[in-house]
Each structure stands twice: as C-alpha cells, then as structure tokens.
C-alpha cells in the first residue's frame, strides 16, 4: 500500500514561530506559563508539557506576579496587557503577524463606526482564542457570527463592517458575505461602501491549502486526516477533503487509526491542520507501515 504525507500540511509559520520562542525560553529557564494552549494539538503540548511548559488561564494570570508568560500566536485582548503591567508579568509575545494587523484593522475600525452606529461583525467561533482578542479590540461589542442563524444579531438597518478569523474558510466566509448582502439589499435597497465593508481576512498561508488539499484527497483511496479536535482550522480542512474523498477520517491519536479499515486499499495519504506537527503525521505513517497486513 502506497502512504504519502502531504508535503504542504503541518504547522503555519504563526505556530512555528510560537514554538520557536516558547522552546527558546525553556532550554534557558526550564519553565515557562503560556496562557492558553499553545497550539490546539494534545500530543504536541503534552511534548512541550514534559520541557517545563505550563498552560494557565485568564483566571490564573491575575494571580501570578513576577513570571513570564508566553502569548502564543492567536492574539489576545487589551485587558491581557493591562494584566501583565499591573502583575509585573513579562509577556514573550508570539501573536501571530497577521492576526496582529487583523486585530487592528477591527479596532481602527471600531474607532470609525462611532458616528454612524455602525457594527462589527466577525465570521468566526464563539470563544475561539483568537475570536477573544478580536472582540476584545472593540470592547466586548463585536458581533459573533458562525453560521446562517446568527445573522439574526445583526441590526441590517445599520452599517456592516465584517472580517474573519483568520483559520476560517474561504468559502464559508464568501457563503456568510453573500447573505449579509442580501439582507442589507432587503432593508435598505442597495449596497455601498457606506453600509457594508467587507474585509476577506483569512489567512492566505490558510486558504490556500483549500485548493492542495482538493487536489491531494482525490489522488488516494482513504485520507487519514490528523487533526486537534478543537483546532477550528482542522474542521474547516477536514471538510476540504471530506468534500472530495468519502473515506476522509478524522483522527488525533494513533489509537483512533485501529477504528479504521484499510482492506484491499492501495493509496493512503495523510495531512493535517495547521496545527498539526509534521511528527505527528510522520508517527501515524510509521503505524501505518508496521500494521499487520497491510502492506504486501
């Protein structure tokens, strides 16, 4: 049986550079706080955990003084900073570059709306870390979108101006455009630049795995997809592939590979999220090769 790792999947380079420094920082301290998982994988934090890696919460910042903490890559909000000053806290900052601008792209935008009463609405999941400190540039004012549904939050007599989380979808971010349109067109006639901005703030680095993953699900029998279950990228790249290829699973550990036939199938290909780490992928092929019977 044929098994190939899709050479375009694993980590970003939000994720890399988040890593980099946190491993940096440990091989010189042996510990180090990072708010959040640093990256939605357990096996990769479990091996970050075992180099002196603690994962704390918002709840546990205010209680530490004179430390250093790690902001992994999704960003976070003013309130974080103003923590860290008040705490005595270094903060490594590892924000993503761009969910950084994408952070003050909302803000500068907040900023304008004041005279038009206009709102801010961000296509993304309710209580994804990178969503947080996006609403958090607009004082918690920010309206969370995910699917059809919520449009029902939004004021359509009122001016739109809308951006993404950076992990989502291409496509769902198009699909969620197209119907704010239609709704604006319903209840004020047209649409201009003063009623709706729309701002496509997808990662690039993201969407365009979209196009190589479509193209390397049809190329195998079975897609083994290797994926945190709360990395929000990792549903959306699941989809890209499951869209394509019937017999795309979905896994985060070894033990989940045993759930799956592979019985007179003669091409695997394994890929992932973008938080994903290339070991991880490379673990699953190695199990692959020694299952009984598998290969010829």
């Known amino acids: 049986m044929n098994i190939t790792i899709d050479p375009h999947s694993g980590f970003c380079f939000g994720v890399v550079f988040a890593i980099q420094m946190a491993e940096n920082e440990l091989e010189q301290s042996g510990t180090l706080y990072c708010l959040g998982d640093i990256v939605h994988n357990n096996m990769e934090i479990e091996r970050l955990k075992a180099k002196g890696l603690k994962i704390i919460n918002h709840d546990d910042l ?19 900073y103003q923590t860290a000053i008040e705490n005595n806290i270094e903060l490594i900052d590892a924000s993503c570059p761009v969910v950084l601008k994408l952070q003050n792209r909302v803000r500068t935008s907040f900023d304008d709306i004041e005279d038009n009463h206009g709102q801010i609405v961000i296509y993304g999941e309710v209580g994804h870390a990178e969503v947080e400190g996006l609403v958090g540039q607009t004082s918690g004012d920010a309206i969370i979108v995910s699917k059809e549904e919520d449009l029902n939050k939004i004021d359509f007599t009122k001016p739109v101006y809308f951006f993404s989380q950076t992990t989502k979808s291409t496509d769902g971010f198009n699909r969620m455009q197209h119907l704010i349109e239609e709704k604006i067109k319903a209840n004020q006639g047209t649409i201009t630049h003063e009623n709706f901005e729309s701002n496509d703030t997808v990662c690039r680095q ?19 997809f290797v994926s945190g279950k709360k990395s929000s990228n990792g549903k959306a790249l699941y989809g890209v592939c499951k869209s394509v290829n019937d017999k795309t699973y979905f896994i985060s550990d070894l033990d989940e590979l045993n759930q799956i036939s592979f019985a007179g199938i003669n091409s695997v290909g394994i890929c992932g999220a973008t938080s994903t780490p290339m070991w991880l992928m490379e673990q699953v092929a190695n199990t692959l090769k020694t299952k009984e019977g598998i290969l010829n």
Not at 63 to 73: G, Q, Y
């Open 206 to 224: 993201v969407s365009n795995r979209e196009p190589q993953l479509l193209k390397f699900a049809t190329e195998h029998d079975v897609i083994i």
């Open 62 to 80: 205010k209680s530490l003084h004179d430390c250093k903490v790690l902001i992994r890559a999704h960003g976070e909000p003013p309130e974080t």
